[in-house]
């Protein structure tokens, strides 16, 4: 079994950053693509980027891609989402997530939750103007 826990989640203005980590464990033991996703009150789930654990493929959401960035540390087992120029419309709870098998490109792109059966609790970000 896997299991994550995000933090790093919190409030900020317009225009601010955040860095959210996710510490998945076990990390090594099998390559496996982690995503983060995030989902607003009303909204559906939405799929922001992925990363296999071993660094090499990653992949972010058009709607975020240039502000958001999926980066990883083997050493530490933890993925981190870079969020800069932050906006209103960020406002959501992030997920993290671990695939059910290991990886493949195909699990980590298209971005979807259908490959993911391990989430963490989440992390709430607030943005606000």
């Known amino acids: 079994r896997v299991r994550l826990v995000e933090s790093g989640g919190g409030s900020v203005q317009v225009g601010g950053s955040l860095r959210l980590s996710c510490v998945v464990s076990p990390y090594g033991y099998a390559r496996r693509c982690v995503a983060w996703f995030r989902q607003a009150p009303g909204k559906e789930r939405e799929g922001l980027a992925t990363?296999?654990?071993?660094?090499?493929?990653?992949y972010h959401a058009d709607s975020v891609k240039g502000r958001f960035t999926i980066s990883q540390d083997s050493a530490k087992g933890t993925v981190y989402l870079e969020m800069n120029s932050l906006k209103p419309e960020d406002t959501a709870m992030y997920y993290c997530a671990a695939s059910d098998g290991p990886y493949s490109s195909s699990l980590c792109f298209p971005i979807r939750a259908g490959p993911f059966g391990y989430w963490g609790q989440g992390t709430q970000v607030t943005v606000s103007s």
């Open positions: 990363i296999d654990t071993a660094g090499v493929e990653s």
